[in-house]
Protein backbone atom coordinates (compact mmCIF):
# COMPACT_ATOMS: atom_id res chain seq x y z
CA UNK A 1 0.00 0.00 0.00
CA UNK A 2 0.98 3.66 -0.78
CA UNK A 3 2.34 5.79 1.75
CA UNK A 4 3.14 9.14 2.25
CA UNK A 5 6.22 9.38 4.45
CA UNK A 6 6.62 12.73 6.48
CA UNK A 7 9.87 13.76 8.20
CA UNK A 8 11.45 17.16 9.48
CA UNK A 9 8.98 17.81 12.54
CA UNK A 10 10.36 18.95 15.83
CA UNK A 11 10.67 20.95 18.69
CA UNK A 12 11.98 25.03 18.20
CA UNK A 13 11.69 28.16 19.57
CA UNK A 14 9.77 31.03 18.34
CA UNK A 15 11.19 32.66 15.64
CA UNK A 16 12.88 29.67 14.61
CA UNK A 17 12.54 27.80 11.22
CA UNK A 18 12.31 23.64 10.36
CA UNK A 19 11.76 22.65 6.71
CA UNK A 20 9.34 19.39 6.61
CA UNK A 21 9.41 17.07 3.77
CA UNK A 22 7.35 13.72 2.13
CA UNK A 23 7.69 11.21 -0.20
CA UNK A 24 5.63 8.71 -1.68
CA UNK A 25 6.91 5.20 -0.93
CA UNK A 26 6.04 4.17 -4.79
CA UNK A 27 5.14 6.27 -7.17
CA UNK A 28 1.73 7.65 -7.40
CA UNK A 29 0.78 8.17 -10.88
CA UNK A 30 -2.07 11.32 -11.96
CA UNK A 31 -0.68 13.44 -8.98
CA UNK A 32 -2.26 17.20 -9.82
CA UNK A 33 -1.77 18.17 -5.87
CA UNK A 34 0.05 17.55 -2.90
CA UNK A 35 -0.07 19.84 -0.17
CA UNK A 36 0.18 19.85 4.02
CA UNK A 37 -2.43 19.95 6.73
CA UNK A 38 -2.19 20.32 10.33
CA UNK A 39 -4.14 19.76 13.34
CA UNK A 40 -3.34 21.96 16.23
CA UNK A 41 -4.82 19.94 19.61
CA UNK A 42 -9.19 19.90 20.19
CA UNK A 43 -9.03 21.81 16.36
CA UNK A 44 -10.08 20.71 13.00
CA UNK A 45 -7.49 19.67 10.61
CA UNK A 46 -6.48 22.57 8.68
CA UNK A 47 -4.73 23.02 4.64
CA UNK A 48 -1.91 25.17 5.34
CA UNK A 49 -0.28 24.58 1.73
CA UNK A 50 -0.38 23.00 -1.37
CA UNK A 51 1.01 23.00 -4.44
CA UNK A 52 -0.24 21.76 -8.23
CA UNK A 53 1.20 19.89 -10.83
CA UNK A 54 1.45 23.26 -12.73
CA UNK A 55 3.64 24.66 -9.82
CA UNK A 56 0.56 26.87 -9.18
CA UNK A 57 0.36 27.38 -5.24
CA UNK A 58 -1.93 29.00 -2.13
CA UNK A 59 -1.12 28.89 1.56
CA UNK A 60 -3.85 30.04 4.38
CA UNK A 61 -3.63 33.71 5.63
CA UNK A 62 -2.16 33.12 9.26
CA UNK A 63 1.46 31.24 7.22
CA UNK A 64 1.35 33.98 4.03
CA UNK A 65 5.11 35.76 3.89
CA UNK A 66 6.19 32.96 6.65
CA UNK A 67 6.24 29.30 5.16
CA UNK A 68 6.75 28.09 1.18
CA UNK A 69 5.76 25.19 -0.38
CA UNK A 70 7.84 23.73 -2.76
CA UNK A 71 8.01 20.12 -4.81
CA UNK A 72 8.35 17.72 -8.00
CA UNK A 73 4.56 16.67 -8.25
CA UNK A 74 6.01 14.14 -10.62
CA UNK A 75 8.22 12.56 -8.24
CA UNK A 76 5.84 12.82 -5.71
CA UNK A 77 7.46 15.23 -3.19
CA UNK A 78 7.03 17.85 -1.54
CA UNK A 79 8.57 20.21 0.96
CA UNK A 80 7.26 22.98 3.24
CA UNK A 81 9.80 25.69 4.97
CA UNK A 82 8.75 27.23 7.90
CA UNK A 83 10.17 30.58 9.02
CA UNK A 84 9.41 32.69 11.88
CA UNK A 85 7.81 29.91 13.67
CA UNK A 86 4.86 31.03 16.39
CA UNK A 87 3.45 29.20 19.23
CA UNK A 88 0.24 29.23 17.24
CA UNK A 89 1.74 26.88 14.74
CA UNK A 90 2.22 23.85 17.12
CA UNK A 91 0.53 21.18 15.67
CA UNK A 92 0.49 17.68 13.75
CA UNK A 93 1.48 18.60 10.18
CA UNK A 94 -0.17 16.09 7.67
CA UNK A 95 1.36 15.41 3.99
CA UNK A 96 -1.35 14.92 1.41
CA UNK A 97 -1.38 14.11 -2.64
CA UNK A 98 -4.53 14.01 -4.66
CA UNK A 99 -4.35 11.72 -7.07
CA UNK A 100 -7.09 12.22 -10.31
CA UNK A 101 -7.83 11.14 -13.23
CA UNK A 102 -10.63 10.08 -15.71
CA UNK A 103 -12.47 6.65 -16.99
CA UNK A 104 -14.54 6.78 -19.34
CA UNK A 105 -15.56 9.96 -19.00
CA UNK A 106 -16.14 9.99 -14.73
CA UNK A 107 -13.04 11.68 -12.55
CA UNK A 108 -11.99 9.33 -10.08
CA UNK A 109 -10.06 10.75 -7.22
CA UNK A 110 -8.08 9.29 -4.36
CA UNK A 111 -6.67 11.54 -1.58
CA UNK A 112 -3.50 9.74 0.31
CA UNK A 113 -2.30 11.05 3.69
CA UNK A 114 0.97 10.74 5.67
CA UNK A 115 0.79 9.88 9.68
CA UNK A 116 2.23 13.28 10.07
CA UNK A 117 5.19 14.65 12.28
CA UNK A 118 4.37 17.14 15.07
CA UNK A 119 6.05 20.75 15.27
CA UNK A 120 6.08 22.19 18.60
CA UNK A 121 6.99 25.76 18.54
CA UNK A 122 8.06 27.09 22.40
CA UNK A 123 7.52 30.74 23.38
Known amino acids: QVQLVESGGGLVQAGGSLRLSCAASETIFSINAMGWYRQAPGKDRELVAR???????DYTDSVKGRFTISGDIAKNTVYLQMNNLKPEDTAVFYCNAVQAFRVLGSLQQTNYWGKGTLVTVSS
Open 51 to 57: ITSSGST
